[in-house]
């Protein structure tokens, strides 16, 4: 591996563990970390699936599992969410990728109220994005902007996050946008929510425009024994377009997917 592919990967991973080690106080017990948190969430996933694409390389490896932590919680002024993705924990060559995402509301801090039709608040956003890829090498990307808490019936939460995107090992910069969103429903005495993002983000430097999208399907199992929005079960699909900004490397995964939310 050449030195620069070295020192990138060793700074992906020094970050990853650090992102790993911000998230771990977050998979204590709610009731045993709530501090200044108005509401939080954390959750463990286990996702498997086949037909993915090892971009770089441009080769298929159609089976792939992943292991997620997850977390977001919101605050007096604003709300966080944060990830770390394991992706073949088993394998000789790992990937891992991981997302911090801090917000702060301008109506809050200001006092003002940006309210709006369909709009609860507007907010200062970004994200740090730290990877490794699979046949080795790794990646950092800054993101900030602005985002909008959405207010649409009958959802839990919808946003959109409308970002400048700086690849800090491409030239020029970018723009993405994000929106994501939970909707619950019931079919009879089961009930369901659909979740999920995309990420629709411009050419940079060498990179191509590309779409990442992760709509998922969800039953609460937990129901089902009485302990409601504990246990989840269904599928995420991946459609991602030119991924990781390979032109002409397509992605289509649908994945088994457990949530357990802690």
Request: glycine share 10%; with cysteine.
């Amino acid at each position: 591996m050449k030195r620069s592919s070295r020192n990138s990967l060793s700074r992906s991973i020094k970050t990853l563990t650090l992102a790993g080690a911000l998230l771990l106080p977050f998979a204590a017990p709610q009731k045993a970390c709530a501090g200044a948190a108005l509401w939080q969430e954390t959750n463990l996933q286990y996702l498997w699936g086949d037909n993915f694409r090892i971009a770089s390389t441009k080769e298929k490896d159609n089976n792939q599992a992943t292991i997620t932590i997850e977390h977001a919680d919101a605050w007096k002024y604003g709300d966080n969410f944060l990830f770390l993705d394991i992706t073949n924990p088993t394998e000789k060559e790992i990937a891992m990728y991981g997302e911090i995402s801090p917000r702060l509301s301008i109506g809050k801090i200001t006092g003002l109220d940006l309210s709006a039709p369909f709009i609860k608040d507007v907010l200062l956003a970004g994200t740090l994005e730290v990877g490794t890829y699979p046949s080795g090498g790794g990646f950092h990307n800054y993101l900030y902007g602005l985002g909008l808490s959405l207010n649409l019936p009958k959802f839990n939460f919808a946003d959109l996050n409308l970002y400048v995107r700086n690849s800090m090992d491409k030239e020029g910069v970018t723009y993405q946008v994000t929106p994501v969103w939970q909707v619950p429903f019931n079919i009879g005495k089961a009930s369901f929510v659909c979740e999920g993002f995309v990420d629709i983000a411009g050419g940079e430097g060498n990179s191509a425009f590309n779409i990442d999208a992760q709509p998922r399907l969800l039953l609460d199992a937990g129901k089902l024994w009485g302990s409601p929005g504990n246990l989840y079960v269904g599928t995420e699909f991946i459609y991602w377009r030119n991924k990781y900004g390979f032109s002409g490397i397509n992605e289509y995964a649908p994945q088994v997917m457990v949530k357990w939310v802690l």
